[in-house]
């Protein structure tokens, strides 16, 4: 078979060149975007009479007519025609006859596929960050349920200070809310059209890009054909941002992980988002976490694959470039299929607060709030920071908690000890008190939530403009 660029060849292509050289089977998805810039370029043509308006009209018909066709699983795709650009004109010349000849004029498919990507990257940042909001609410309801929930926080994976799930949930979300400042912020730079580029040079026909600019939806034209049709940052900067949001996702999976251990047993994860041994039968695993963990590193290696791929890479448009597909594809699916499990799985995962408290109770985590103590009563914080550091040795070597030791024991290190102490160091006491702002208070951290909230409904909004 001819190929559709095979006028200057006198044979026809390798075999396995063809096989090697060829797209289709991942670059498949692009159909859409594909066919709607393709629609967007046809009604262009005819507006600027390069083709006539019943030839423009003739390829737009035919063009929703395929689209139909494809969404409805009536078309078949063929390898010999390489990629999804070649596939649709080749069906459409098929369908409509001479006509569909004209559709490529004043392009080329390196500006053509320039266009599809930043076209599926858009809608797919938009999808992501409507999932990463979700996430947020999740979030956000969970911490209104728990803004009395005293645990351990920790540091070193040791316990430190006592927090609330509350303030620890809305540790998270702060992250998750950066994922999507991240995301809007590579939309809005990367939002320029690129088709008139041509293949480097842009093209001698009186084309309008203006028009196919707003036919699309961009807010710009690119402003240099040879970057236009060679720029790829906006899929390294997408595939940074969602290595970053795995990262965030991944720590989050940890801490459920353990969380979920016997050792710890804060949470519960319902039967639905767990899954069991083939030979243990007591077994309830984390599975859904445990793969979020493991399928971070595959995020990870599409942003080097990306960065690897266009380091060496001279201006314009290079078969390098074919690569940068595969990689988006793959960061974007592994996303969306974790943000697709994590959700539901946190929603239904049960908290168990006594457990949380007994662990908070049992760590020494009021420690720095008995050198507080000290100090808030004119003892230098060093002195009391020891004195502190004698009275947890103390109770490690009788086996109590600071709580438990009495006012005699107190005295015993400090004559400035009196009967408040107890109330000084009790976890809620401790907690109430850092009502300084992203502080654990409940009362305070009752306003990052309003606050978040606020975020979410907001981008929620813009999100639905765009």
Known sequence: MQKLWGGRFSKATDHEVDDFNASISFDSRLYREDITGSIAHAKMLGRQGIISR?????????????????????????????????????????????????????RSRNDQVALDMRMYVKKEIREIRSMILEMLTALSESAKQNLHTVMPG?????????????????????????????????????????????????????????YVRAELGFARITENSIDGVSDRDYCVELASDLSILMMHLSRLSEEIVLWSSSEFKFVELDDAFSTGSSIMPQKKNPDVCELIRGKTGRVYGSLTALLTMLKGLPLAYNKDMQEDKEAVFNAVDTVKMCLKCLIPMFRTMKVLPENMKRAAEHGFINATDCADYLTKKGVPFRDA???????????????????????????????????????????????????????????????????????????????EEE
């Open 54 to 106: 019943e030839d423009a009209e003739k390829i737009t018909a035919g063009l929703e007519g395929i689209l139909a066709d494809i969404e409805a699983g009536k078309v078949e795709f063929s390898e010999e025609y390489e990629d999804i650009h070649m596939n649709v004109e080749a069906l459409l010349t098929e369908r409509i006859g001479e006509a569909g000849k004209r559709l490529h004029t004043a």
């Open 154 to 210: 920790y540091t070193h994976l040791q316990r430190a200070q006592p927090v609330t799930f509350a303030h620890y949930m809305m540790a998270y979300a702060q992250m998750l809310r950066r994922d999507v400042l991240r995301l809007e912020d590579t939309y809005a730079r990367m939002d320029e059209m690129p088709l008139g580029s041509g293949a480097l040079a842009t093209s001698t026909y009186p084309i309008d890009r203006d």
């Open 385 to 463: 920071h020891r004195i502190s550091g004698e009275l947890v040795a103390e109770c490690v070597q009788k086996g109590k908690a600071l709580s438990e030791l009495s006012l005699a024991e107190y005295k015993a290190h400090s004559e400035v000890f009196d009967e408040d102490i107890y109330q000084a160091i009790d976890l809620h006491t401790c907690v109430e008190g850092r009502c300084v702002p992203g502080g654990p208070a409940p009362a305070e951290v009752e306003r990052q939530i309003a606050s978040m909230d606020h975020f979410i409904q907001e981008h929620s909004i813009s999100g």
